[in-house]
């Protein structure tokens, strides 16, 4: 039973729905009687409210009496069809069937096998997530060193903890972190746990979030870890980038981080799926994903089905990292205890800021800043301002101001053009380090 134990108690899983499927045929009415009881038996075992489960009973008890299935002889249709009805009364985003029925044969072997109970998940899912490098699809540092961690999915720790760990020690020197979490559809309460220990220093209990099982009505709780791996980052600003399909398990990690006040939320409201649970078998032929429990936020004491997490910062999806790196930088530089440090982080949300919505400069306001400052050249071709140092390649330039500018790959320097009565009269180069050298202009653009 350890398999089946495994999956019932964690909220959708990236790849539940994705196995693959025996070639699609056609089902009897009799095919669709078992299935209907099936779930309804499962419903009304497992679904963590009794009475909304009785609820989805009668009501597909109903439109099976009315006909509403007799013409779904296709699997696939027949089984988007029931999830729509159990939605339609549940409103509850997790609760799906799927046809399956290679993986309701696996579920029901390993349910009557009586020599499973340290077989642990499947073999082939282990390995898809391997592939799918446990959820972790990108992590790099940005512009002002901020963190980026781009995460499709909460896979288990206990088998994604060590790339979860070297993630996060990639990310500990940071002073900001963003969680992309835009793609992420869920996964396991216990990578929540790990991933929001690094955030806290060592020593300190942070109660996360408590869980409700119908099966043992009782209630369990998640808290911080006294130990990770690695070097935690306490003091790093934390942004979550969010949208309308960050669900589950992405949406706890945010729920709990937004009500403990340790992250900025940046995007779009989340999708509403508050409720864990797990695949079951469904008649021979298909699966569902069956929610058995409820979160419960210590703080809130409620959760965020139905409603999503709404974000601190609302904005597309798709300008949500501009968004929060932009913030981050900007909240870094407020918090600076020294001239330079706070120079250091303005230096790169201006050149963010520019970047992402240069100034408008006219053709003459560009051509007025081009010359040979001795080895260094500003040119101006096809509208696009260049720099190009003697025998070097040319590079492209991001206005910051109409006389200042930054290479557009690389915000480590700026050249500030000085003017007089409306002249380029020499060069200022600057380098975020300190560095500084002024070149008087020698004549007009080559």
């Not at 282990?126 to 995460?151: P, S, T, W």
């Not at 979860?164 to 746990?193: H, V, Y």
């Not at 006294?226 to 399909?245: C, M, W």
Request: hydrophobic share 35%; with cysteine.
């Amino acid at each position: 039973m350890r398999k089946l134990i495994f999956l019932l108690c964690v909220f959708a899983l990236p790849g539940f729905f994705l196995s693959t499927v025996s070639a699609q045929e056609t089902l009897t009415a009799a095919e669709q009687s078992t299935a209907i009881d099936s779930l309804i038996h499962s419903l009304e075992e497992n679904y963590v409210f009794p009475k909304l489960a009785e609820q989805m009973g009668q009501h597909l008890r109903q439109k099976q009496k009315a006909g509403a299935f007799k013409n779904l002889t296709e699997p696939v249709a027949f089984a988007d069809r029931l999830t729509e009805e159990i939605q339609y009364v549940s409103k509850d985003k997790h609760l799906r069937v799927r046809f399956d029925p290679e993986g309701a044969a696996r579920m029901r072997a390993h349910a009557a096998s009586d020599e499973n109970e340290d077989d642990g998940p499947d073999p082939e899912w282990l390995k898809q997530m391997a592939r799918d490098n446990y959820g972790f699809q990108g992590a790099k540092i940005l512009e002002g060193n901020v963190g980026y961690l781009d995460l499709r999915g909460f896979f288990p720790a206990a088998y994604a903890g060590e790339t979860a760990a070297a993630a996060m020690n990639m990310l500990s020197n940071t002073d900001a972190i963003i969680f992309d979490l835009r793609q992420n559809g869920g996964g396991d309460p216990g990578m929540i746990q790990l991933l929001t220990s690094y955030l806290y220093p060592a020593g300190r209990d942070v109660h996360l979030n408590s869980f409700y099982h119908r099966h043992s009505n009782d209630t369990s709780q998640t808290w911080t870890l006294p130990y990770v791996p690695g070097k935690r980052n306490p003091d790093a600003e934390v942004f979550v980038l969010t949208s309308n399909s960050t669900f589950s398990a992405a949406e706890e990690f945010t729920y709990n981080l937004r009500n403990l006040e340790r992250a900025t939320i940046v995007g779009e409201t989340t999708g509403g799926g508050a409720h864990p649970g797990g695949m079951m078998p469904i008649a021979q032929q298909f699966v569902a994903f069956i929610p058995n429990g409820r979160a419960i936020n210590p703080i809130t004491n409620t959760n965020w089905e139905g409603t999503g997490v709404s974000p601190h910062v609302e904005v597309e999806k798709e300008k949500a990292l501009g968004t929060a790196h932009q913030m981050a930088l900007e909240k870094l530089a407020e918090k600076a205890e020294s001239d330079e440090t706070r120079r250091y982080f303005e230096w790169f949300a201006t050149y963010l800021k520019s970047k992402n919505e240069p100034p408008a400069l006219s053709r003459q306001q560009m051509q007025a800043c081009t010359g040979n400052y001795g080895a260094r050249n500003i040119l101006l071709e096809d509208g696009q301002l260049f720099y190009q140092r003697t025998g070097r390649p040319k590079m492209a330039l991001v206005p910051l101001s109409s006389t200042s500018f930054a290479l557009t790959d690389d915000p480590d320097l700026t050249f500030t053009v000085e003017m007089e009565d409306g002249e380029a009269a020499a060069l200022v180069v600057e380098s975020v380090n300190g560095w500084r050298e002024r070149t008087e202009r020698k004549g007009a653009q080559p």
